[in-house]
């Protein structure tokens, strides 16, 4: 994937040269009662490993452009990988990908978002990383499609209108040629609306184990690896209606957690020696039966090789704990594949539609009281900005999030 990002994100700008920003047509944009301050605050990644919070003038608001008033953005494990190796070439960068805020001007023609839902001054909003042309294609596909036309927030270059992160207290979402694609999610929380990228993956995840047919409201499920993508799969499962769950990880503070989003029985692998033994305890487990389904949310390799031992012949399994490559995994494709007829998936990323699917989720995941805002253990402020990234990088928590005062 760290290829996959770096070509795509190249590919993108190379486009992009030539259509660097002209000057907005000033318009007679709306403007929210509240006062928009002549200045904003972007972090901005000057060197490796090195944000410096700066000052720029607020930009006019064009004709299709929304001022956003930033209330936070999440830290994704790209922003952790730009601020340490830049592989990119991007710097000086605003980075921040998965934020929101409150549009507090408009230009006239902005009327409704990617969706077709209508906007309005006071409006909580986030853009997607996907373009709008195809809601089936996926990151995967950016590199054909996403060029030329959408643009990612968080990852563009610098330009003379600077607000181009979510990390900063106020980013203009450009119309034109560099539209991106937005959502109102007015009705979602802080919380949520900062989760809403980490959960696409889950939502997308879930949608490919959902083509095998096996997945069914009664299925029997294994869960291996509580971080934070293992914790959402939980979940989103939850928000399904199947409450059998097994979840397998190392740690009990995680498998504490996973009881809490909603996982019926937990194994920490730590205690068993041997992947026969420990399939046996996750068959006790699931009381007495092996798994229907399994997905595997641990970057692993190991965990790849044993997890075709928790499941049932006949079932099926989701791999999408390689975001990145983690090297090669061993299988034994007689015992574990071919005479047991797994039906195996792989996921990677989220399609735009998922994207719109994962707001749904998480107002369900509320209804229903799952505690998501758990998952964000670390909030800091902007001027913070390096500090929250180190944390990131230590992977001691879960979420960590840039949360504007
Ligand atoms: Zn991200």
């Known amino acids: 994937m760290e290829m996959n990002i770096e070509a795509i994100v190249k590919q993108v700008l190379a486009e992009m040269q030539g259509t660097a920003a002209s000057a907005p047509a000033p318009a007679a944009p709306a403007a929210s009662s509240g006062e928009i301050p002549k200045t904003a605050h972007v972090a901005v990644l000057t060197s490796l490993e090195h944000f410096e919070v700066k000052e720029y003038p607020m930009p006019e608001v064009g004709d299709d452009d929304i001022l956003v008033k930033v209330e936070g953005c999440g830290v994704c494990g790209t922003d952790a990988h730009e601020f340490r190796k830049d592989p990119f070439g991007l710097i000086p960068v605003a980075l ?21 839902k209508p906007v309005k001054l006071g409006d909580k909003i986030v853009t997607c990383m996907i373009f709008k042309d195809d809601p089936e294609i996926t ?31 106020y980013i203009l979402i450009r119309g034109g040629s560099f539209g991106s694609t937005f959502f109102n999610v007015s009705d979602l929380d802080l919380d949520s609306r900062i989760l809403i990228e980490p959960c ?20 029997r499920v294994v869960v291996q690896g509580c971080g934070p993508i293992g914790l959402i799969c939980i979940a989103v499962l939850r928000t399904m209606g199947i409450a059998n769950i ?49 997905f595997q949310c641990t970057g692993s390799p190991a965990a790849h090789s044993n997890i075709y031992k928790f499941i049932r012949n006949g079932g099926g399994l989701c791999e999408l704990g390689f975001f990145i490559n983690g090297g090669d995994a061993t299988i034994n494709p007689h015992f574990d594949l071919c005479s047991k007829e797994i039906t195996l998936v792989g996921s990677w990323v ?56």
Do not use: Q
């Open 139 to 169: 990151m995967f596909d950016l590199n054909k499609k996403n060029v030329g036309g959408a643009d990612v927030y968080g990852l563009l270059p610098d330009d003379d209108v600077h607000l181009n992160g979510w990390f900063s207290d």
């Open 200 to 219: 696409a993956v889950l939502v997308h995840a879930v949608e490919r184990a959902k083509t095998t047919g096996i997945l069914r409201f009664n299925s």
């Open 350 to 405: 989220y399609t735009l539609r998922d994207y719109a699917t994962t707001f749904d989720f998480l107002r369900s995941a509320k209804r229903i009281g799952l505690p998501m805002s758990k998952l964000i253990t670390h909030r800091f402020p902007l001027e913070e900005i390096n500090e929250a990234l180190k944390t990131n990088l230590a992977m001691t928590g879960l979420k960590i999030a840039i949360v504007n005062k």
């Open 246 to 294: 097994c979840a397998v990880d190392g740690e009990a503070k995680r498998l504490d957690f996973a009881k809490e989003m909603g996982a019926t029985c937990t194994v920490n692998f730590k205690d068993y020696k041997g992947i026969e033994s420990l399939a046996e305890a996750v068959k006790t487990a699931l009381g007495g039966h092996a798994a229907d389904f399994a």
């Open 96 to 116: 921040g990908h998965e934020g929101t805020g409150e549009i507090v001007k408009m230009g006239k023609n902005v009327k409704v978002d990617t969706a077709g």
